[in-house]
T-cell receptor, first 113, second 112 residues
Framework: QKEVEQDPGPLSVPEGAIVSLNCTYS??????FMWYRQYSRKGPELLMY????GNKEDGRFTAQVDKSSKYISLFIRDSQPSDSATYLC?????????????FGTGTRLQVTL | EPEVTQTPSHQVTQMGQEVILRCVPI?????FYWYRQILGQKVEFLVS????????KSEIFDDQFSVERPDGSNFTLKIRSTKLEDSAMYFC??????????FGDGTRLSIL
């Protein structure tokens, strides 16, 4: 079983739709969770991060973590064509001095006009 | 907004040659990382670095790889004798402690 599983998509939605992106994980040691957005030939750009179960909202984005189910989600409201990108979930266990991130494979999102 | 910068954006080198990838982390960050992403695959951790020493490394980071912080601003990844399978995007990241890591735009390494 992979440590982090993410549906690769592609996911195509019309402009204005609500998008739900999801990751599951197997390592119960993961303590903090991030979502990155990656445009083609660019580096991952941090969107959201959270250290606890529950919801965290930032503008059109909501990150949701359920540690008991080992499941995290990113919701995008009122999606825009500029949201078209690959979305990466990443998580860390917080151990060690400089803790590595473990990434999902990424979900490619296309928002159409 | 401060950002991580990486040079060059694209490096082409012959198999067996040494290559050095350079990064300037965000200035007040103390933790530094290298990741790589082979085309079509996920981002993979290579190494983390703090207080002038390696904190953690993955099994990918073998004796052919090394990292260095030669001065107060640069952080480098050296691959001693490149192989075809080293072709990938290499991302540098930095963070303040366990705060989220911020990534540069990467160096695309092409081994011929």
């Amino acid at each position: 079983q992979k440590e982090v599983e993410q549906d690769p998509g592609p996911l195509s939605v019309p402009e204005g739709a609500i998008v739900s992106l999801n990751c599951t994980y197997s390592n119960s040691a993961f303590q903090y969770f991030m979502w990155y957005r990656q445009y083609s030939r660019k580096g991952p750009e941090l969107l959201m991060y959270t250290y606890s179960s529950g919801n965290k909202e930032d503008g059109r984005f909501t990150a949701q973590v359920d540690k008991s189910s080992k499941y995290i989600s990113l919701f995008i409201r009122d999606s825009q064509p500029s949201d078209s990108a690959t979305y990466l979930c990443a998580m860390g266990d917080g151990t060690g001095t400089a803790s590595k991130l473990t990434f999902g494979t990424g979900t490619r999102l296309q928002v159409t006009l | 907004e401060p950002e991580v910068t990486q040079t060059p954006s694209h490096q082409v080198t012959q198999m067996g040659q040494e290559v050095i990838l350079r990064c300037v982390p965000i200035s007040n960050h103390l933790y530094f990382y290298w990741y790589r992403q082979i085309l079509g695959q996920k981002v993979e951790f290579l190494v983390s670095f703090y207080n002038n020493e390696i904190s953690e490394k993955s099994e990918i980071f073998d004796d052919q790889f090394s990292v260095e912080r030669p001065d107060g601003s640069n952080f480098t990844l050296k691959i001693r004798s490149t192989k075809l399978e080293d072709s990938a995007m290499y991302f540098c990241a930095s963070s303040v402690g366990l705060r989220p890591q911020h990534f540069g735009d990467g160096t695309r390494l092409s081994i011929l």
